[in-house]
């Protein structure tokens, strides 16, 4: 097993078995970041791809001031999110100031009991805008300002889809539930 610096100084000079070694060591890990952006397995594998295209063409960047997967992570999501404001999902949406208070959700579910396919198909249903920043803001830990700026979409716009995407969720959560006897 190569080390990462010598993995990576072998994908700066165009070795292809460090190449092919960087993208068996990351690319299961980084599907599924992929796949939580995505709507299917199609558009995961298209998102991974360009994704490691990318990584390959900007290794001479990567200076290793963080570790070699979060910077792989990162070009995931920045590859999706690239994905999805060419679909502009967001457009005429409502701001979080014009949505109903008693339409947000009040509660907070549990998710016992669900495994994390189940989760995955259930994120993946959702609308794309809401789906973009349900990932960004409760997955990844970016706040509503940087999904803002990183989505080109105002931080109410960015409020406004997380809240939605609560409430898609909580209901498919609600019908995923067996029935108590």
Same mark, same amino acid.
């Given at each position: 097993?190569?080390?990462?610096?010598?993995?990576?100084?072998?994908?700066?000079?165009?070795?292809?078995?460090?190449?092919?070694?960087?993208?068996?060591?990351?690319?299961?890990?980084?599907?599924?970041?992929?796949?939580?952006?995505?709507?299917?397995?199609?558009?995961?594998?298209?998102?991974?791809?360009?994704?490691?295209?990318?990584? /390959?063409?900007?290794?001479?960047?990567?200076?290793?001031?963080? &570790?070699?997967? $979060?910077? !792989?992570?990162? @070009?995931?999501?920045? #590859?999706?999110?690239?994905?999805?404001?060419?679909?502009?999902?967001?457009?005429?949406?409502?701001?979080?100031?014009?949505?109903?208070?008693?339409?947000?959700?009040?509660?907070?579910?549990?998710?016992?009991?669900?495994?994390?396919?189940?989760?995955?198909?259930?994120?993946?249903?959702?609308?794309?805008?809401?789906?973009?920043? /349900?990932?960004?803001?409760?997955?990844?830990?970016?706040?509503? &300002?940087?999904? $803002?700026? !990183?989505?080109? @979409?105002?931080?109410? #716009?960015?409020?406004?889809?997380?809240?939605?995407?609560?409430?898609?969720?909580?209901?498919?959560?609600?019908?995923?539930?067996?029935?108590?006897?």
């Amino acid at each position: 097993m190569l080390d990462e610096r010598a993995l990576v100084d072998g994908c700066r000079h165009k070795d292809r078995t460090a190449q092919r070694k960087l993208y068996e060591l990351f690319a299961r890990k980084l599907f599924v970041v992929s796949q939580r952006y995505t709507k299917n397995r199609d558009d995961a594998e298209d998102v991974l791809q360009d994704s490691f295209v990318k990584a /390959f063409q900007h290794i001479d960047t990567f200076r290793f001031e963080c &570790p070699l997967e $979060a910077w !792989l992570k990162r @070009i995931v999501i920045n #590859t999706a999110l690239k994905h999805i404001r060419k679909q502009k999902p967001w457009q005429n949406q409502a701001e979080l100031e014009d949505v109903a208070p008693n339409a947000l959700p009040q509660t907070e579910d549990s998710l016992s009991g669900l495994h994390y396919q189940q989760l995955l198909k259930m994120v993946q249903e959702l609308p794309p805008g809401c789906q973009a920043v /349900f990932n960004l803001y409760a997955i990844e830990g970016y706040t509503h &300002p940087e999904i $803002a700026e !990183l989505l080109d @979409i105002s931080e109410g #716009t960015s409020k406004s889809q997380f809240s939605r995407a609560r409430m898609l969720l909580q209901q498919k959560i609600q019908n995923e539930r067996p029935i108590p006897k």
